[in-house]
T-cell receptor, first 114, second 113 residues
Framework: DAGVIQSPRHEVTEMGQEVTLRCKPI?????LFWYRQTMMRGLELLIY????????DSGMPEDRFSAKMPNASFSTLKIQPSEPRDSAVYFC????????????FGNGTRLTVT | GQQVMQIPQYQHVQEGEDFTTYCNSS?????IQWYKQRPGGHPVFLIQ?????EVKKQKRLTFQFGEAKKNSSLHITATQTTDVGTYFC?????????????FGRGTQLTVWP
């Protein structure tokens, strides 16, 4: 089991640029979550999917953020245009089924927007 | 909205001392989960508590779920340098079987050798 795979591990970009973060969940997991972690706000849920369908995107901060899950093995989180306040660690997590199963987190993408 | 509050935010202990972090929810939780995040790492699931008053142990770690299912604690006996990290509690949306998991702000544990 390779675990949840995220890429890139680090991303440094200039303000105004488009940023795309990628995630491959654990095979067979039907829930996928995107979290953002900052010192100021801790771990925030941005959006989650069930069977590739977005269920709750109320945590997405602005229209600049969008997420897709075109198939069961791939999801993207896009920020366009990026701003310095988007700098954070972005985690993808997946889990199997319902009943509050534990989350399996990826290693995260550390985003720095200058 | 639902909130999960966690205290203290930071804890510095000498190796061998005990450590406790507390978690409180504004609403009754169906269950509570605990995660550990090492510096520079990602949150890793430790345990889930479901029953009122439940107590679970993992070696030197003791987890408790309150009788009212609104609070929980994690106690580490005789800390070691390997215990360094941030400990998070997380609770689900009220009434949902799966949905938003509300994470506490975490307790960052530092252990001095």
């Amino acid at each position: 089991d390779a675990g949840v795979i995220q890429s890139p591990r680090h991303e440094v970009t200039e303000m105004g640029q488009e940023v795309t973060l990628r995630c491959k969940p654990i095979s067979g997991h039907d829930y996928l979550f995107w979290y953002r972690q900052t010192m100021m706000r801790g771990l925030e849920l941005l959006i989650y999917f069930n069977n590739n369908v977005p269920i709750d995107d109320s945590g997405m901060p602005e229209d600049r953020f969008s997420a897709k899950m075109p198939n069961a093995s791939f999801s993207t989180l896009k920020i366009q245009p990026s701003e310095p306040r988007d700098s954070a660690v972005y985690f993808c997590a997946s889990t199997l089924g319902q009943g509050n199963s534990p989350l399996h987190f990826g290693n995260g993408t550390r985003l720095t927007v200058t | 909205g639902q909130q999960v509050m966690q205290i203290p935010q930071y804890q510095h202990v000498q190796e061998g001392e005990d450590f406790t972090t507390y978690c409180n929810s504004s609403t009754t939780l169906s269950n509570i989960q605990w995660y550990k995040q090492r510096p520079g790492g990602h949150p890793v699931f430790l345990i889930q508590l479901v029953k009122s008053g439940e107590v679970k142990k993992q070696k030197r770690l003791t987890f408790q779920f309150g009788e009212a299912k609104k609070n929980s604690s994690l106690h580490i006996t005789a800390t070691q340098t390997t215990d360094v990290g941030t400990y998070f509690c997380a609770g689900p949306d009220r009434g949902s079987t799966l949905g938003r998991l509300y994470f506490g702000r975490g307790t960052q544990l530092t252990v001095w050798p």
